[in-house]
T-cell receptor, first 118, second 112 residues
């Protein structure tokens, strides 16, 4: 079974508008971490935002926020005020049992390609 | 800080050849990782290290070897290259007590 599911292969948004990229995850652990990474066409992986499973508040980093709904097992990325430079692939990832020194493995989804139109 | 650096950026290998992908970080991070990214897919973990002298297998370790003799360096060795190893390889590092991994620019490897 897939651990991370990103159901949107591609998304389009107008510049200056907000966009939500979906991510659902599957785990039986109580302790886990959720990440979003951005991969521009140049290929590097850029860390955007992190949410721990015990964090009560949704994580925010500048224009990025993570809409964490634990009961639904979803961790959607919200980008506000989209910019042309936001056009990229976006990957959701999960690490299980981080607080117990457990798995070092980051499991990645297949990604969503975001295109920001002027 | 240069962060995580990888060499080479591109390489073409013939089937059966061997090579070492280099990775170095100057952030004094304990944890280092090697991932591969196949076209249209997310990353998969090959090997990782929690400190100098300690390495462990990830999800897809077959056909690869690693060593970690220093905190800074974490080379990935491909023995007997196969077309299935055509991929983009990323090295990453993480600081103890932090969750996020920081990635190098990647090495694009083609095996023909």
């Amino acid at each position: 079974a897939q651990k991370i599911t990103q159901t949107q292969p591609g998304m389009f948004v107008q510049e200056k508008e907000a966009v939500t990229l979906d991510c659902t995850y599957d785990t039986s652990d109580q302790s886990y971490g959720l990440f979003w990474y951005k991969q521009p066409s140049s290929g590097e992986m850029i860390f955007l935002i992190y949410q721990g499973s015990y964090d009560e508040q949704n994580a925010t980093e500048g224009r990025y926020s993570l809409n964490f709904q634990k009961a639904r097992k979803s961790a959607n990325l919200v980008i506000s005020a989209s910019q042309l430079g936001d056009s990229a692939m976006y990957f959701c990832a999960m690490r299980e049992n981080p607080s117990q020194g457990g798995s070092e493995k980051l499991v990645f989804g297949k990604g969503t390609k975001l295109t920001v139109n002027p | 800080n240069a962060g995580v650096t990888q060499t080479p950026k591109f390489r073409i290998l013939k089937i059966g050849q061997s090579m070492t992908l280099q990775c170095a970080q100057d952030m004094n991070h304990n944890y280092m990782y090697w991932y591969r990214q196949d076209p249209g897919m997310g990353l998969k973990l090959i090997y990782y290290s929690v400190g100098a002298g300690i390495t462990d297998k990830g999800e897809v370790p077959n056909g690869y070897n690693v060593s970690r003799s220093t905190t800074e360096d974490f080379p990935l060795r491909l023995e007997l290259a196969a077309p299935s190893q055509t991929s983009v390889y990323f090295c990453a590092s993480r600081d103890y007590g932090r969750s996020e991994q920081y990635f190098g620019p990647g090495t694009r490897l083609t095996v023909t």
